[in-house]
């Protein structure tokens, strides 16, 4: 049933071509199926371990998705011939109509595609068998690293590209015809190793197999090396050319700009990466080593699934000693080394996963190999062989395919914006965010969508008292306070000086459904106001009232303290139905201003606008809030302030 797979020699060339458009196509539609279209978010680290993983494949990407359609520039080591490309990339695409969060997803899955067709080519060539060439390429490209850098938009699906293109070339057997065969693969690869590595250090790790290619090329073909060796070095150095970009850009004023590339030390910084710098550091002990190369290990067992792994690292064996190609195979393991070498030694420095990325295709080149010696002495073999990739194949894109899809389809980017909308257009409103996927989700809103282009978008870097005193009302969402907690005592952390070191005195409140306003006053009133609705603990209501649309409920209330508040109390607001029973959603907080500004922390006479949002569900009749608090035997006290019917909602003002 599967001889058709040996791809005898009476085949022709249209039925080898489509059998690689089959593979090809089982691939789009993986690709298909998990190609991120919209702005990426993050997961909350804090959840699981198995989140905090996703997070490290997806917690730049955002940041790309908006340099790479404003022109913009990316974090350390600027990767400036990426964005440069992708820029080109993304905009006829989106002149053409397409999202541009799937425009640069669709440009990292072009160096995805460029990758795969260089193995395959190289498979091609080095066995005749198309069959085996297009098997293997499906394996590689479904390996989960590589399928997650194939779908999202990231760097690093153009550096697995261009170190295979580098390794196809090396490897290609045979001399290179005519009076520039060896001097011209050698000025080929030197301008392709300079370009990737100028591109991304780790392209570096495959320099040692390139090298012994090259040599072992010149005892194939005599020539000169001294003057090739001299204009190789040159053209290498040329990879670098495009860094001038990081600069201009700076120069030029770009509103997507990371660090300051515009100042000798800041281009330094960018190039060198030293922002990382900590990171890079050696195990102390053998048991770091060892606990390195287990989770190295660990990595390329999920990759490729354990027996997977456990078969490729004998095939690659095998094809390394008694097969014809054991040279290719030699090679391509040198190859591999240094990436292993990197993730054992210094397994934090880089993302591992993304290290080991050339290991997998030659570990699937091993596997080719071995089949081709096996099928050359006894033919029978290769059908099975054959059938082995393809359930190795269709195993990997079972098990991976959940992994993809919910890293691809994490909705924080697309929430952030969707948050963007309570607040009011009109105003000078600042929205603040530490440099990460809020702020680039943000930023996309307000960059590359227009859709948000009357906010002004800041990060940790920006002078937020210049911003206040130019008359900015500053809101932040409450998340930015586990980055940088409040100067008290809070849920978020212990108090930190951040926020003082920068505005002077802080205050906060409810500035928009969501957001935390930044003030340096509070607003004080010790007159009596016979309106207030005393509670408990000298804490009162002087206000409260309900905002509504379609999808949510927005309680909005003004609490105020009449004396120094001599302890804490939690916030109950619910969403009540018409027959008793439990509510039917609440909104709860340990403090009020989403949990930011407990009372004790206030000041007598303060007042502070609070929200709180509920969903609009079938049913929901009234919204009743208050204030309560635990006693010392741990039983709730209520205090409640009121209930509010729905059908008296104002309108939401719509963002």
């Known amino acids: 049933m599967l001889s058709f797979l040996v791809a005898p020699p009476r085949w022709t060339t249209s039925v080898r071509v489509a059998l690689i458009a089959l593979v090809v196509c089982g691939l789009g539609a993986a690709y298909a199926l998990t190609l991120q279209t919209h702005i990426a978010g993050s997961f909350d680290e804090r959840r699981s371990p198995e989140l905090r993983l996703k997070n490290e494949y997806i917690k730049d990407v955002s940041e790309i998705q908006v340099a790479l359609n404003v022109w913009g520039t990316i974090h350390h080591t600027g990767y400036p011939l990426f964005a440069v490309l992708g820029n080109l990339f993304t905009l006829p695409l989106r002149l053409a109509g397409v999202e541009p969060a799937a425009a640069a997803s669709l440009y990292a899955l072009t160096w995805g595609l460029v990758a795969l067709a260089a193995f395959a080519a190289l498979v091609w060539r080095l066995t005749g068998r198309p069959a085996l060439a297009a098997l293997s390429a499906g394996v590689v490209g479904l390996a989960r690293s590589i399928w997650v850098h194939n779908v999202v938009a990231e760097v690093y699906s153009m550096s697995l590209a261009i170190t295979m293109v580098i390794l196809t070339i090396a490897l290609w057997p045979g001399p ?39 040599w072992l090329h010149r005892r194939d073909e005599p020539a000169r090396w001294g003057p090739t060796l001299l204009a190789a070095t040159g053209l290498a150095a040329l990879g670098f050319l495009p860094y001038i970009y990081l600069p201009l850009r700076a120069w030029q004023g770009a509103e997507w700009v990371y660090g300051e590339p515009g100042t000798w030390r800041g281009l330094w910084v960018e190039i060198t990466g030293r922002e990382a710098s900590w990171l890079v550091t050696l195990p ?36 390394m000693t008694v097969t014809d190609q054991r040279r290719a195979a030699r090679l391509m393991a040198l190859a591999a080394a240094g990436p292993v070498a990197f993730a054992v030694s210094f397994h934090t420095a880089v993302m591992p996963e993304a290290v080991l990325m050339p290991v997998l295709p030659a570990l699937v080149f091993g596997v080719v190999l071995a089949l081709d010696g096996l099928a050359r002495r006894y033919p029978r073999a290769l059908a099975a062989g054959a059938a082995g990739l393809a359930a190795w194949a269709i195993v990997l894109g079972i098990t991976h395919y959940p992994f993809v899809s919910e890293l691809v389809r994490e909705p924080g980017g697309v929430e952030t914006i969707a948050r963007l909308e309570h607040i009011p257009q009109g105003e000078r409103i600042a929205v603040f965010y530490p440099w990460g ?62 926020w003082t070191d920068r505005i002077g005195a802080f ?53 105020q303290v009449e004396t120094l508040p001599d302890r804490s109390l939690s916030v109950f607001v619910h969403l009540l139905g018409k027959d008793p029973g439990p509510p039917l959603a609440q909104a709860d907080m340990r403090s009020p201003v989403y949990g930011v500004y407990a009372f004790p922390q206030w000041l007598p006479g303060q007042s502070v606008e609070d929200d709180y949002i509920l969903p609009r569900l079938p049913g929901g009749t009234a919204v009743r809030f208050g204030l309560y608090e635990l006693d010392a035997n741990g039983r709730f006290i209520n205090y409640e302030a009121g209930t509010l019917p729905v059908s008296a909602c104002e309108p939401a003002h719509a963002g």
């Open 176 to 214: 290179w015809r005519g009076a520039w065969g060896w001097r011209r693969r050698v000025l080929i690869l030197a301008l392709l190793g300079g370009i990737g590595v100028a591109h991304h250090r780790a392209v570096a790790f495959v320099a040692p197999a390139v090298l012994v290619a090259a």
């Open 284 to 319: 102390p002990d053998a048991a770091g080593w060892l606990d390195n190369a287990r989770r190295s290990a660990g990595i390329l067992a999920t990759e490729l699934t354990q027996p997977g792994l456990l078969a490729a690292l004998v095939a690659l064996a095998l094809a």
């Open 437 to 498: 996927p809020r702020y680039a989700a943000a930023s996309y809103a307000r960059l590359v969508t227009r859709a948000r282009a009357d906010l002004l978008v800041v990060h940790h870097k920006a002078d937020l008292r210049h911003l206040l005193d130019e008359g900015y009302t500053i809101l932040t969402e409450p998340e930015t306070f586990y980055t940088f907690p409040p100067p008290w005592p809070s849920v978020f952390g212990p108090p930190s000086s951040w």
């Open 507 to 559: 205050y906060v409140r409810s500035g928009a459904p969501g957001y935390v306003a930044i003030d340096r006053a509070p607003r004080l009133d010790t007159a009596p106001d016979p309106g207030i609705t005393p509670l408990a603990g000298g804490v009162g209501v002087r206000g409260a009232w309900l905002r509504c649309d379609d999808a949510e409920i927005v309680l909005h209330v003004i609490w």
